[in-house]
């Protein structure tokens, strides 16, 4: 069996697109797939040699120090091709490229338009500098590696045209459960979910407030704050809010499947602007109609399944709540034209078949 490796300083160790869909995709496959990752212990996880890194120290330690006990522990793996997922590893990657190994980098972001986002950089003339530096630093890496992947085909051009791969991040049907697991209305107040990092530029605090002012409604928040001062910010003053933590991503379904409707609720910012959130297809999958921000890139694709908000407009996000509340028939049949098509159109099994075939070139 030919050995890879992947890589990763900054993800979980059951990352839902890196563990569960690529990895375990591969090992399924018939490769031998280790990866080097942030974890307790070594194992073997679903066919998935799962090598530990300890767990950072802090920023300096994930991004400067970090990297290079991943290398070294990567090249223990004696792997042919080595995929890895975050831009601070892209000195790993080239070290490994002068190894003459075949190296796969896998940008989940438009990480150069992410930068503006990054308050603690400093402000916006700091973040426009390093944005431009990181662009450069990038361009030269890339020019190395033999294959890039990215989430949309705007990410994919922009990054790499030649030797861009493009796979998306759409669910896995093995992960996402069945109706069966479905216990709504047990009480009748009507249940909005979010699934994701709980952070400004999502919109989170907008989400609560509109939800605060709303009766005979609750919200539902899963993931990891990005800060306790922006936790209290959101949820001071909110009854309806439960917020149940980060969860294992098999656990993560059967609490989305019992909810009535999803929110996506990302402000205008660059990268978001070109993005496919993976909540909105985990939504439509397990049956749920959607609020979600008006981005013309959305709304084209949206549409059939969605309310679309003005994201910083707690009015906008009221309006479209008392919509969902007012029109129970036409929620129905949203939710059941999102799991359509991600039945036709967006399934992960189609990526996969994407991922194997560039794998067996690289061979």
């Known amino acids: 069996m030919i050995k890879i490796c992947h890589i990763s300083t900054a993800h979980s160790t059951f990352d839902g697109r890196i563990f569960h869909k690529e990895c375990v995709s591969l090992s399924d496959a018939g490769y031998d797939v280790s990866l080097v990752i942030t974890h307790t212990k070594n194992e073997v996880v679903n066919g998935v040699n799962i090598v530990a890194l300890k767990k950072s120290n802090g920023r300096f330690h994930r991004m400067i120090l970090k990297p290079w006990v991943a290398l070294f522990k990567a090249l223990k793996t004696k792997a042919k091709i080595f995929h890895f997922h975050d831009p601070e590893l892209m000195f790993v990657g080239l070290a490994l490229r002068l190894l003459g190994k075949k190296v796969v980098f896998d940008s989940h972001e438009n990480v150069s338009h992410q930068i503006e986002t990054k308050t603690w950089l400093g402000n916006k003339i700091v973040r426009s500098i390093v944005k431009n530096v990181y662009r450069l630093f990038e361009k030269v890496n890339i020019f190395f590696y033999n294959k890039v992947i990215s989430v949309t085909p705007e990410i994919v051009e922009f990054l790499a045209p030649n030797k861009g791969v493009l796979i998306r991040n759409y669910p896995k049907s093995s992960l996402t459960g069945n109706d069966k697991?479905?216990?709504?209305?047990?009480?009748?107040?009507?249940?909005?979910?979010?699934?994701?990092?709980?952070?400004?530029?999502?919109?989170?605090?907008?989400?609560?407030?509109?939800?605060?002012?709303?009766?005979?409604?609750?919200?539902?928040?899963?993931?990891?704050?990005?800060?306790?001062?922006?936790?209290?910010?959101?949820?001071?003053?909110?009854?309806?809010?439960?917020?149940?933590?980060?969860?294992?991503?098999?656990?993560?379904?059967?609490?989305?499947?019992?909810?009535?409707?999803?929110?996506?609720?990302?402000?205008?910012?660059?990268?978001?602007?070109?993005?496919?959130?993976?909540?909105s297809f985990e939504y439509m999958t397990c049956g749920l109609p959607m609020i979600i921000s008006d981005i013309p890139y959305w709304s084209e694709r949206y549409s059939e399944f969605s309310r679309f908000v003005i994201p910083t407009d707690i009015n906008s996000i009221k309006k479209a709540i008392n919509w969902m509340i007012d029109n129970e028939e036409k929620r129905t049949i949203m939710g059941e034209a999102g799991k359509k098509a991600v039945r036709d159109l967006y399934s992960w099994e189609a990526e996969a078949k994407t991922l194997i075939r560039m794998y067996e070139e690289l061979s």
């Open 181 to 279: 697991e479905v216990n709504k209305k047990i009480n009748d107040k009507l249940t909005f979910i979010y699934a994701g990092g709980l952070t400004k530029i999502r919109g989170i605090k907008e989400i609560c407030q509109a939800i605060g002012e709303t009766k005979n409604v609750k919200l539902v928040l899963l993931g990891v704050w990005e800060s306790q001062a922006y936790k209290k910010d959101c949820l001071q003053g909110v009854t309806n809010v439960e917020y149940l933590g980060a969860k294992p991503i098999k656990e993560v379904y059967p609490i989305i499947r019992n909810a009535d409707v999803g929110f996506v609720n990302f402000y205008y910012e660059k990268n978001h602007l070109n993005c496919l959130p993976t909540k």
